[in-house]
């Protein structure tokens, strides 16, 4: 069974940095695609960033690129997500998502979820 475990969150002030990271336990982490997703109180879980099994691609949510970058440490089972200029709009709880062979930007392209991780940025 896929176990993915967030970690990282926190309170930053605006203009802040926050990283966060995703240790999945899987079988194969080098065939497994991984994203980042967030939901804010009220609103609906949405994508912020997607990393292909390799690394070699990437994909952002364009609130976030620019300022937000993800990478994978395949050696270690674990993806980051490096958040610089904080906004407090970008408070949510994040979580981390991931599959086989997975790269998308909808809920439904990943079949593994973490429990989420709270953000918070104070103005």
């Known amino acids: 069974q896929v176990q993915l475990v967030e970690s990282g969150g926190g309170l930053v002030q605006a203009g802040g940095s926050l990283r966060l990271s995703c240790t999945a336990s899987?079988?194969?982490?080098?065939?497994?695609?991984m994203g980042w997703f967030r939901q804010a109180p009220g609103k609906e879980r949405e994508f912020v960033a997607a990393?292909?099994?390799?690394?070699?691609?990437?994909g952002y949510a364009r609130s976030v690129k620019g300022r937000f970058t993800i990478s994978r440490d395949n050696a270690k089972n674990t993806v980051y997500l490096q958040m610089n200029s904080l906004k407090p709009e970008d408070t949510a709880t994040y979580y981390c998502?991931?599959?086989?062979?997975?790269?998308?930007?909808?809920?439904?392209?990943?079949?593994?979820w973490g429990q989420g991780t709270q953000v918070t940025v104070s103005s």
């Open positions: 998502a991931g599959g086989d062979w997975a790269y998308g930007t909808k809920i439904e392209d990943f079949d593994s």
């Open positions: 990393i292909d099994w390799i690394g070699g691609s990437t």
């Open positions: 899987v079988r194969s982490f080098s065939t497994y695609g």
